[in-house]
């Protein structure tokens, strides 16, 4: 009980991290490029916002016209919702606003629209958006944001960590385009990987150098491990951190480059590879590669690749036909261990009784590997 207490507090308080503005431009730059109309025309929602001193909402006001927007709608959760109340300030932006309302502000959500030029300044921009309180507090379950939800083309935000499974799930029932931020465990989970394998979601462009770079809520420096909370910046980095979108970009259709299967035997960098070859699963039909650099680029078999591969993944090059995990599904199977076997190993690895569950997952001479993605090279790459 104290640990779940204690994984609740940690999954909750992950919550309140925000997204720098140069990591929305890099990500959203890569959408441009590849279909330069994809906002044209569009109402698009940033809902689990801050819009006042949300990157998100500043970056798509900015530049509303430039990108051709119909509509632009972001929504905020209510202070006394969010699961740390501490170091979230009210702005003077809103405390100025005539609708301001002191009671309102703690338990209501706030939404801000931007559709015309409200200012007349002659451009519409962020100094155009238009807000109100909502009439709950905010909660992207809630009917009233579900109706902003269905009234959007695309919806764009880093959703509350804690929360994705259900905040997927919430855009892929009402099948909107969208990018949105998660961690890179999420591709494993039962609710995702599906959506992978079968090209119905994939990964976005992604962080620059895979660091994504958060400003948190609270300062409290003992709760991030070293490295993780720099005292100059402000900021935390994850390394952990992707882009799940369904919005096409250029990266997913650039193949990558491999060697053959003897190149890779005679020169590979990694000594797991180099002269020694590729070992085969002891459990199913297929090699286990243990670097995405290090897959044969000639190979027409399965192969077991690292959840690192997805970032890479072109669906031009390879198709995805399971995880490790899912085996019974694809009838790949090719050795059942027996519940003693499982124990004997236990024993052998840990010096005391259990069992070591040979059957969940790649093994490789009855050591498990990590998990692994199985793939398959497409017929029509050559
Ligand atoms: C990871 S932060 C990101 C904030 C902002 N989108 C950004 O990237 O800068 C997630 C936000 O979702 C809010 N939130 C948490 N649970 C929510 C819920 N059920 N509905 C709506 N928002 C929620 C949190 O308070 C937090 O502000």
């Not at 720098?20 to 809902?47: H, M, S, W």
């Not at 959500?109 to 709950?136: A, H, M, P, Q």
């Not at 009784?353 to 001479?365: M, P, R």
């Amino acid at each position: 009980m104290a640990n779940k207490k204690l994984t609740e507090a940690k999954n909750t308080k992950n919550d309140e991290f925000y997204t720098q503005y140069e990591d929305i431009q890099r990500e959203i730059n890569a959408y441009l490029e590849y279909t330069p109309d994809v906002f044209k025309g569009k109402t698009v929602l940033l809902p689990c916002d801050d819009p006042e001193w949300s990157n998100f909402t500043r970056f798509f006001a900015q530049n509303f016209e430039n990108f051709g927007l119909k509509k632009l709608i972001s929504t905020s959760y209510a202070i006394e919702s969010k699961s740390i109340k501490e170091g979230y300030q009210l702005t003077i932006f809103e405390m100025e606003s005539p609708q301001f309302d002191e009671d309102k502000t703690k338990t209501h959500g706030k939404i801000f629209t931007l559709t015309r030029d409200s200012n007349k300044s002659g451009v519409i921009d962020i100094d155009d958006l238009e807000w109100t309180y909502l009439e709950g507090d905010g909660d992207f379950r809630s009917d009233e944001v579900k109706a902003l939800r269905d009234e959007a083309d695309i919806i764009i935000t880093n959703p509350p960590f804690s929360l994705f499974r259900e905040f997927l799930a919430w855009i892929m029932e009402a099948d909107k385009e969208f990018v949105i931020i998660g961690n890179m465990n999420a591709i494993t989970y039962k609710e995702v990987f599906p959506l992978l394998m079968n090209n119905k979601v994939w990964l976005g462009n992604g962080f620059n150098a895979g660091n994504a770079y958060f400003r948190p809520a609270s300062a409290n420096t003992s709760e991030y491990a070293n490295g993780v909370y720099d005292d100059k910046t402000g900021l935390v980095k994850f390394r952990n951190c992707c882009w799940f979108t369904n919005l096409d970009h250029g990266r997913r259709h650039q193949p990558l480059s491999l060697m053959t299967m003897d190149d890779n035997i005679k020169f590979s960098k990694h000594k797991e590879i180099k002269n020694s070859g590729y070992n085969r699963y002891d459990n199913y039909d297929a090699i286990e590669v243990p670097f995405t650099d290090g897959i044969p680029s000639d190979y027409n078999g399965i192969m077991g690749v690292p959840i690192s591969f997805l970032p890479k993944y072109c669906p031009e090059q390879f198709e995805i036909l399971g995880m490790c995990e899912n085996l019974d599904l694809y009838g790949l199977k090719t050795r059942v261990y027996t519940t003693q076997e499982c124990q004997e190993r236990y024993f052998e690895i840990f010096g005391k009784k259990g069992t070591y569950d040979l059957n969940a997952s790649g093994v490789v001479n009855g050591y498990k590997v990590y998990q692994r993605i199985l793939i398959r090279k497409k017929v029509s790459d050559k």
